[in-house]
């Protein structure tokens, strides 16, 4: 499945964003992103814990995007609640990167019909919904707050 974006051309001085979804497990984490040099979806799949090489290739995208589109790149990226907590969401806020983390219960899914269940699918699932609350605001799922006074 393609997820198709239209957006209006980016006027002088306005940043441009590229959105990233990922999709966590123990082993493996599949990346993927959207920008506005593309229409689909690009996918990377990092081994699990890999932060570091997270951070790079958010920043190998955004130079690339803002290299071809001669504007700021505004990154915004989201993942679902659970095994990894929040101490990613720090560490992509700590380097620039606006974060959502997901309550996974709250993503809509059509109940009536069994449906498979690939990391690629919820990548997508992820990316529509970051797309669709960045649109309409907070109207699609329930986003987890962030606990700021937590003892890390």
Request: aromatic share 8%; glycine share 8%; charged share 30%.
């Amino acid at each position: 499945m393609t997820v198709r974006i239209v957006s209006r051309a980016a006027t002088h001085g306005e940043t441009v964003r590229c959105l990233v979804a990922i999709e966590l497990s123990k082993q493996s984490w599949v990346i993927g992103f959207i920008t506005p040099l593309s229409s689909r979806i690009s996918r990377r799949i990092l081994s699990g814990g890999d932060w570091k090489g997270l951070l790079e290739l958010i920043e190998e995208v955004r130079a690339r995007v803002s290299r071809e589109m001669g504007r700021t790149v505004e990154v915004t990226s989201c993942y679902e609640a659970g095994y990894d907590g929040f101490w990613l969401h720090r560490q992509l806020e700590a380097h620039g990167v606006r974060n959502y983390v997901i309550d996974p219960a709250s993503l809509q899914v059509d109940r009536r019909v069994r449906r498979v269940k690939t990391d690629r699918i919820d990548t997508e699932r992820l990316l529509r919904s970051l797309m669709a609350y960045l649109r309409v605001s907070q109207k699609c799922g329930a986003w987890c707050g962030y606990p700021h006074d937590v003892n890390r």
